[in-house]
């Protein structure tokens, strides 16, 4: 089979396609194969080989954890999905023993792996995984979409964490995949203004799309002083950031009502100084968003989708064959995709 995969610990590239040997299915696992996978934050971050990738990634490493397939082997002892389903994946390969899988908290798991980290990824003809991570979709739902649920459900979890959405105003700051998303589902859920800041014009453009009613480009604009205006000088009661950046950081802080919520996504990728007194002053809830809760998340998440309650194609910026699967990287540092997805060829 054909698999993108990581080859060489460089920045910015070291990505190539390979002909490479799909693994069957041992006791409980299942293999898919692919019907679409999407490039993502993460995905982008081992592309640049971010120095915590570079710690724990044995290379050639086929890539890609965003993924929707049909099972096409099924391992001993597995229950929860047969021959033909169509499934897509969790992305927290959790072990349900540690404190956290016990105490109803998976995706917070001592023992977290991934797939396209720690295993061989979903950027392929085929991928074999852990039965446990599989969850089965309508076999009418297309598997572009499919490839989606897995970083839908971090906008579904932000949205739904701290006071929720319904009836605020909510600012989503960093209009990535995921941040679009987000907007999408606070309108979904019955915030009562969305808006949206970004530097990228095709994302706030496509953040429109989604329902924002307002999408500011942070550049040009102030983005406090915008939502300020907004809500007679009030702020937003929920503020979101995406963009790990420490303007987006500051920018989320600033624009908050006193009391809001700050759901913090996006990872800095350095410390942040933070001046704590203006933080008690105006009291801020903080609250920390890490990947989705399993299974419930993905409950929530399915509902929204499978209803047609969000419609997650305008995301989908580009198709690729699997053999051309780099240039979507390409695509992203330019600015010119807003969600790459890869599908096999064949």
């Not at 446990?132 to 076999?139: D, Q, S, V, Y």
């Not at 990535?176 to 706030?204: C, F, K, T």
């Not at 410390?271 to 801020?284: G, S």
Request: one cysteine or more; aromatic letters at 6%; hydrophobic letters at 40%.
């Amino acid at each position: 089979m054909l698999a993108l995969c990581k080859t060489e610990p460089v920045e910015g590239g070291g990505v190539a396609v390979r002909d490479w040997e799909p693994r069957d299915a041992g006791p409980g696992e299942i293999r898919l194969k692919v019907g679409a996978a999407g490039i993502c934050g993460t995905d982008m971050q081992i592309f640049n080989w971010a120095p915590r990738m570079a710690r724990r990634m044995k290379l050639p490493r086929v890539l890609g954890h965003e993924v929707s397939g049909i099972v096409d082997q099924v391992g001993e002892g597995v229950t929860n999905v047969a021959l033909g389903d169509h499934v897509s994946l969790e992305s927290h390969i959790f072990c349900g023993t540690c404190r956290p899988c016990r105490l109803g908290n998976a995706h917070l798991c001592n023992n977290t792996t991934y797939p396209g980290i720690d295993i061989d990824g979903a950027f392929a003809d085929y991928i074999t995984v852990p039965a446990l991570i599989a969850w089965k979709n309508p076999k009418d739902l297309p598997h572009e979409t499919g490839a989606m649920l897995e970083p839908f459900g971090i906008g579904v979890h932000a949205c739904l964490e701290g006071s929720g959405v319904s009836g605020q105003t909510v600012l989503i700051n960093g209009c990535g995949p995921i941040g679009l998303m987000a907007v999408a589902v606070a309108r979904a859920l019955g915030a009562s203004r969305v808006i949206a800041a970004d530097l990228n014009p095709l994302r706030l453009k496509t953040a429109e799309i989604m329902g924002a009613d307002r999408a500011i480009k942070a550049d040009d604009e102030n983005v406090a002083d915008v939502v300020r205006d907004m809500t007679g000088g009030e702020g937003a009661d929920v503020g979101i950031e995406f963009s790990g950046s420490e303007p987006g950081f500051r920018a989320v802080f600033d624009s908050l009502c006193k009391g809001g919520d700050f759901r913090l996504v996006g990872a800095p990728p350095k410390a942040i100084p933070v001046d704590f007194t203006w933080w008690l002053l105006k009291c801020p809830r903080m609250v920390n968003i890490h990947g989705r809760r399993i299974w419930d998340t993905w409950q929530r998440s399915t509902e929204l989708v499978y209803s047609g309650a969000v419609d997650l194609k305008p995301i989908q910026s580009h198709i690729l064959p699997l053999s051309e699967a780099a240039e979507g990287f390409e695509l992203i540092r330019r600015g010119e995709a807003v969600k790459p997805l890869i599908v096999p060829e064949g």
